[in-house]
């Protein structure tokens, strides 16, 4: 792995099913995030973690919940999908909570049905 | 929480003019600026940034000021080029990485 990744690529998902989405980095950063873009807007933040071990809630985290057991991987879970969380989701990571650059997952399409 | 604009929210210039797009923020306490690239179906990508202490910052035809007691900074671009096309977003942060919003986003368009 170089970088950070994300799984799936993309899911079409029923109305209150439970979905995780994945995203692991190996450059040993400290910090990751989770941001949802919708269609022709920007990116709005959902969970961040400053550190493993440690989460926050950003704007919009309503519906969704994350964990940070080690310091590569980030899931976010959405205990019972709504149309409303269809949108990208891009994950992101950086070395440092403060003063650095933020590097972008591919992002997972999701469509809830 | 931090409020941000980005003006304009569109841009379409002719292929080697100038652009400019401007970012304004409300917590006084944000002391890191960077702005972001993201092409049609891409990832958004760091493409300049600066620190409070530092008024302006250049990398080749990318440069970015920063006006700090009126609470706004900018990116310009010159020698417009077709792959400058793309959504551009600044997101300013506190130093305790808790207070991070993204603007908008300025869609330019450089017509060739």
């Known amino acids: 792995i170089a970088g950070i990744t994300q799984a799936p690529t993309s899911q079409i998902l029923a109305a209150g099913r439970r979905m995780t989405l994945r995203c692991t980095q190996d450059?040993?950063?400290?910090?990751m995030y989770w941001y949802r873009q919708d269609l022709g807007l920007g990116l709005r933040l959902i969970h961040y973690?400053?550190?493993?071990?440690?989460?926050g809630k950003g704007e919009v985290p309503d519906g969704y919940s994350v964990s940070r057991a080690n310091t590569d991987d980030f899931p976010l879970t959405l205990a019972s999908a709504v149309p409303s969380q269809t949108s990208v989701y891009f994950c992101?990571?950086?070395?440092?909570?403060?003063?650095?650059?933020?590097?972008f997952g591919p992002g997972t399409r999701l469509t809830v049905l | 929480g931090e409020n941000v604009e980005q003006h304009p929210s569109t841009l379409s210039v002719q292929e080697g003019d100038s652009a400019v797009i401007k970012c304004t923020y409300s917590?006084?306490?944000?002391?890191?600026f960077p702005w972001y690239k993201q092409e049609l179906g891409k990832r958004p990508q760091l493409i300049i940034d600066i620190r409070s202490n530092v008024g302006e910052k250049k990398d080749q035809r990318i440069a970015v000021t920063l006006n700090k007691t009126a609470k706004h900074f900018s990116l310009h671009i010159t020698e417009t080029q077709p792959e400058d096309s793309a959504v551009y977003f600044c997101a300013p942060r506190d130093n305790y990485g808790q207070n991070f919003v993204f603007g908008p986003g300025t869609r330019l368009s450089v017509l060739p």
């Open positions: 450059m040993r950063h400290n910090a």
């Open positions: 992101a990571s950086s070395p440092a909570a403060t003063y650095n650059e933020q590097f």
């Open positions: 917590d006084s306490a944000s002391n890191y």
């Open positions: 973690s400053n550190t493993a071990g440690t989460t």
